[in-house]
């Protein structure tokens, strides 16, 4: 809590009630002759045009999946196709007053919104504009197929455009929108202001709060729609979203223009079912999604119901929602009321609602009601509105056959080069600064209390008789930390950090001491207890073009943040056909000391999924190097310190911790000790007790270790490695993580195969045990110790004279613990 900000026991003691606002539900009244001053007849028109173009493209893939042709035109299409038929009223409301400049994110469900909000966008970008656009995405490759025998004005043709590469995308064609690696549930096409759908119902709920954040801190114009399902409300990623976006710091504690809400809307897409089950009376408990704004914050964000089945109502209440975001007075919650006739997908037989159910929404189709109220308003006749849907039925199947033609509109071409997806994974950028101008500080870095303390230490752990500093003038791993990123954020205007106590605290373990003084609070600042959010957030902020270091304060937390890391953070490089960058270094402590909950090292999860590089430093010198590369890359890096040893000075460049900037290149092992008999590779802290054991095994046993710090774990250089085990013919590998399942075992099976030839014994691992993390009483139970390298070598390599096991790593008792689990 900032001290600021008093906390008085009186009056937080009085006796009072917490008082609501009436919330608005369907409160608009008016008809299309109602608003002929508010529109032009154009407009009017282009709002039932709109619908037709989702109704008849959601047809067309329905029609695809359930009976395998369209308008006689066969296709199978195996991939998935979740529709939106009867939510084209709500799509096209929502998206009609949106400017290029706004961003929406959407769910499975979105087909509509991107042809929403793309048709929007078309109808208010200039003709040169769009040409530009179109033009240059993907070097025209998509514009190619749709502009070929095209006559046409420049918006027709950005209709086709826009048509095209949404189905494209869908039918997983290089031509999509993106290269057809998103396909159905993922398809987005920025340019137009669409970004990411999200295939984890309520996905969006926190990285739209982050894309909001973005142009908050950035002063980029425009606000941020998060389209979500009414199902979505009972997703973490939602409530957490919302949580992030209704702190109160940013209309009391951030300063000057910075200060005020986020602009975002969450657009709550309620057609009244969550696959097959029933929200309202069923699987929740609020009856309608707006009145959750109430228990949200003072301003209780603006809730309201409308009805999503008139376009019109949902224009308007777009229009008076903007100027909420324009005051700054964000987030604004509002629940679209709409319906599906579809079911959850073409494989739904709708088995949980009544025929007479679906007919009697279908009675009140929105399609067919506002047209009728175009024709009564002298806005249109019949005979225009059968113009548009010829002339819609027109383009989409012009579009549909061009997409499905495997000569035009090719898939991604894996026979030639099998490695196209693997190339596509990282983006391998180094971009010293994400956005141009002048980072916002508070005073000149070389004035900065702790870079002025830093020119006092140590920056090698010990004197020039090998005796070590004291801890006080050691320049600690902390300290490389603290370099790296104070540097990173006086040279990126777009950077920023947060997480839980980041900010008045100088972050949990003392990281970050020093920054507060150097940074505004819209920089650096604390989150809520949420760690969905703040990689969520962070994923969004990073996608839209800036650079963000969220920090997770424990390992442990990694499952309370597990969707965005395992699910989004990973995905979206090589789902997007690398349009999106993701500048996004995620700062994971590992612990000890505190017991089950607070001390695993989860390594081994987050290597494990495709797209994210993942590192482990554990000296200063390389804490410092690392980060640099992390601050200076476009990828997702996982990257975990040791809360063992934050307060370890540099023991291993004898020159000490280099004052100036450097970089050391990520998936580099360095050999930390050489060394002829036996080689060790370490991940994490534990290096530090394999040179302990290596100074035994000299010391008792006249045998030489080669210890090797793995320092990242992806990406991963072998060939060091594998020219120590061609010197050595051994190896151990150890680290802290439960050896059952972790990384340590992938590279031991990789090490088996790249240096079979050369090993003389079996390849060891040695991690921590499968059980539960002790408190820290009985951690050298638990933890690598030195002695358990002595006696995995005496069993398992080669005997040890003399020695005596304190630990077993017999055969016998590695079966038995395996039949017990353990």
């Known amino acids: 809590m900032p001290k600021i900000q008093f906390l008085d026991p009186i009056e937080s003691r009085k006796s009072s009630d917490i008082k609501f606002k009436p919330i608005p539900v369907n409160k608009y009244n008016k008809t299309v002759k109602d608003e002929l001053k508010n529109f032009t007849k154009d407009e009017l028109v282009a709002v039932y045009h709109d619908m037709v173009v989702i109704r008849e493209f ?28 009867g939510q084209e009223a709500a799509a096209v409301g929502m998206a009609f007053t949106l400017t290029v400049e706004d961003f929406i994110f959407g769910s499975h469900r979105s087909h509509g919104e991107i042809l929403a909000k793309g048709l929007s966008a078309i109808a208010k970008l200039s003709d040169e504009e769009l040409t530009k656009i179109m033009d240059t ?22 209709r086709r455009f826009l048509i095209y590469g949404t189905l494209a995308e869908i039918f997983a064609r290089e031509t999509g929108f993106n290269k057809g690696l998103g396909g159905s549930m993922h398809a987005f096409f920025t340019p137009f202001g669409v970004y990411p759908n999200n295939a984890i119902v309520g996905g969006s709920g926190d990285i739209a709060v982050g894309a909001a954040l973005f142009k908050k801190v950035n002063r980029k114009p425009g606000m941020v729609v998060a389209n979500i399902g009414d199902a ?31 602009p975002v809307i969450f657009n709550v897409m309620n057609n009244q079912y969550g696959m097959g089950g029933q929200t309202c009376g069923e699987t929740m408990g609020y009856g309608m999604a707006a009145r959750i704004g109430a228990g949200v914050n003072e301003d209780q964000m603006h809730a309201e119901r409308v009805d999503g089945y008139n376009p019109l109502a949902v224009i308007d209440a777009y229009r008076r929602k903007r100027k909420v975001i324009e005051d700054k007075k964000g987030p604004v919650l509002l629940e679209v009321l709409t319906y599906r006739y579809s079911g959850h997908s073409p494989s739904d037989a709708s088995s949980y609602r009544s025929k007479e159910e679906v007919e009697a929404w279908q ?52 026979n030639n080069n099998p490695e196209r997806i693997g190339e596509m994974m990282f983006s391998n950028e180094s971009v010293d600064a994400m956005l141009p101008g002048t980072p916002e500080v508070n005073h000149p870095m070389e004035e900065n209390p702790r870079v002025k303390q830093l020119k006092t230490k140590e920056r090698y752990a010990f004197d020039k008789d090998g005796k070590p500093f004291s801890k006080m003038k050691q320049y600690q791993l902390r300290d490389g930390l603290f370099e790296a990123v104070v540097d990173r954020f006086y040279k990126d205007p777009s950077l920023v950090a947060y997480g839980e106590e ?25 989150s809520p207890i949420a760690e969905g959010a703040i990689a969520g957030t962070a994923i969004g902020y990073a996608m839209c073009g800036g650079r963000v270091i969220p920090e997770i304060m424990y390992c442990d937390f990694l499952g309370r943040s597990g ?9 979206w490089q090589a789902m997007s056909g690398n349009v999106l960058k993701m500048p996004v270094v995620m700062r994971v402590s590992v612990g000890s000391k505190y017991g089950a909950q607070h001390s695993q090292d989860w390594t081994s999860l987050v290597a494990h999924i495709p797209g994210l590089k993942v590192v482990f430093p554990v000296t200063p010198y390389d804490a410092k190097g690392l980060m640099n590369s992390a601050l200076q890359g476009t990828d997702p890096v996982i990257f975990f310190e040791s809360q063992r040893i934050y307060d370890i000075g540099e023991q291993f460049h004898t020159e000490g911790v280099p004052e100036g900037y450097y970089e050391i290149p990520m998936g580099e092992p360095d050999v930390k000790k050489e060394g002829q008999d036996v080689t ?143």
Request: proline share 4%; glycine share 8%.
């Open 502 to 526: 980041n900010r008045d605290w100088g972050g949990a373990f003392a990281v970050y001491r020093g920054l507060t003084e150097a940074l505004p609070y819209h920089r650096l600042f604390n």
């Open 232 to 262: 979505s409300m009972a997703c973490g990623p939602v409530w957490e979203g919302i949580t992030f976006a209704a702190m109160d710091q940013f209309s009391k504690l951030w300063d000057d223009d910075m200060k005020g809400g986020l």
């Open 563 to 571: 969707d965005e890391v395992f699910n989004q953070l990973p995905k």
């Open 680 to 822: 060790i590779l370490t991940i994490g802290a534990t290096l530090y007790r394999a040179l302990d054991a290596a100074k035994i095994l000299e010391e008792k046993y006249n045998m030489s270790a080669e210890v090797i710090d793995a320092r990242s774990l992806v990406p991963f250089n072998y060939e060091k490695v594998i020219e120590s085990v061609k010197k050595t013919g051994r190896i151990i590998i150890s680290g802290d993580a439960t050896s059952r399942g972790s990384f340590l075992n992938d590279l031991a099976r990789n090490i088996g195969e790249l240096a079979f030839d050369y090993l003389d014994a079996p390849v060891v691992v040695v991690g921590s045990r499968n059980w539960i993390t002790p408190a820290y009483e009985l951690e050298e139970s638990f933890f690598p110790q030195p002695d358990w390298f002595l006696d995995a070598i005496h069993e398992k390599i080669v005997p040890l004279k003399g020695h005596v096991c304190k630990s077993n790593f017999t055969d016998a008792e590695q079966i038995r613990r395996s039949k017990l689990g353990v």
């Open 363 to 414: 009675a009140h189709d929105s399609i067919i009601g506002y047209g009728q109220q175009l024709v009564e308003a002298g806005v249109a006749s019949e005979k225009d509105l059968d113009a548009i849907s010829e002339d819609v039925k027109s383009i989409i199947m012009d579009m549909f056959k061009l997409s499905i033609d495997p000569v035009i509109s090719p898939l991604m071409d894996m």
């Open 58 to 85: 959601e047809t067309m893939l329905n029609l695809i999946k359930t009976t395998g042709e369209y308008n006689g035109v066969a296709y199978d299409h195996p991939g998935p196709a979740h529709l939106s038929i």
């Open 137 to 158: 995405f993907f070097n025209g490759s998509t514009l190619e197929v749709v502009k070929k025998n095209f006559n046409g004005s420049v918006k027709e043709l950005g």
